[in-house]
């Protein structure tokens, strides 16, 4: 079972729309976690970091779920700019972060 | 002003063959990084260096031998390339080897070997 998890999807959204992806963790120990965001052919770049009490940055809120081991993201007002892939990801004890494989969002006009 | 630098952004060579990736940073951050990012997009950590000393050293072949001639820099060389080492690499930096989240990625170097 890998580490952390994702549906990879495509979510195909129109403009808009309100989305959500959720992301399950499998380590316990993992004290923080993150999203960050992926467009096609660069490199990830941290979107937020997502805390027990949730947080929100503009359109975007993330949770954390400990008693559950999950971690949602979600999306309000979806953009054409928001296209690409999501990761979650866990940093555990050892400082090393865990990446999960990514929901891939298509955003339609 | 480009944060995280690597190069080259495109590496094509036949196996076998030796090859060496550079990484710098000019963020002033302890903490560098080497990931792998394999065609079915999973990221996964290599090596960690925090302030030139090694922190982290994933299952990975000796093939492949990361060093750190100063905190900006921390190159990853490759020995005796083969097929599945082809993928896309990512260097990235972090401020504090505790505070990992914040992590700054270069561009990514492709590597195919054919």
């Known amino acids: 079972r890998k580490e952390v998890e994702q549906d990879p999807g495509p979510f195909n959204v129109p403009e808009g729309a309100t989305v959500a992806f959720n992301c399950t963790y499998s380590n316990s120990a993992s004290q923080s976690f993150f999203w960050y965001r992926q467009d096609c052919r660069k490199e990830p770049k941290l979107l937020m970091s997502?805390?027990?009490s949730g947080n929100e940055d503009g359109r975007f809120t993330a949770q954390l779920n400990r008693a559950s081991q999950y971690i949602s993201l979600l999306i309000r007002d979806s953009k054409l700019s928001d296209s690409a892939t999501y990761l979650c990801?866990?940093?555990?004890?050892?400082?090393?972060?865990?990446f999960g494989g990514g929901t891939r969002l298509m955003v339609k006009p | 002003d480009t944060a995280v630098s690597q190069t080259p952004k495109y590496l094509v060579t036949q196996m076998g063959n030796d090859k060496s990736i550079k990484c710098e940073q000019n963020l002033g951050h302890d903490t560098m990084y080497w990931y792998k990012q394999d065609s079915k997009k999973f990221l996964k950590i290599m090596f960690s260096y925090n302030n030139k000393e090694l922190i982290i050293n994933e299952t990975v072949p000796n093939r492949f031998s990361p060093k750190s001639p100063d905190k900006a820099h921390l190159n990853l060389h490759i020995n005796s390339l083969e097929l599945g080492d082809s993928a896309v690499y990512f260097c990235?930096?972090?401020?504090?080897?505790?505070?990992?989240?914040?992590?700054?990625f270069g561009p990514g170097t492709r590597l195919l070997v054919l």
């Open positions: 990235a930096s972090s401020q504090d080897g505790t505070m990992v989240g914040a992590q700054y």
């Open positions: 997502v805390y027990s």
């Open positions: 990801v866990g940093n555990n004890a050892g400082n090393m972060l865990t």
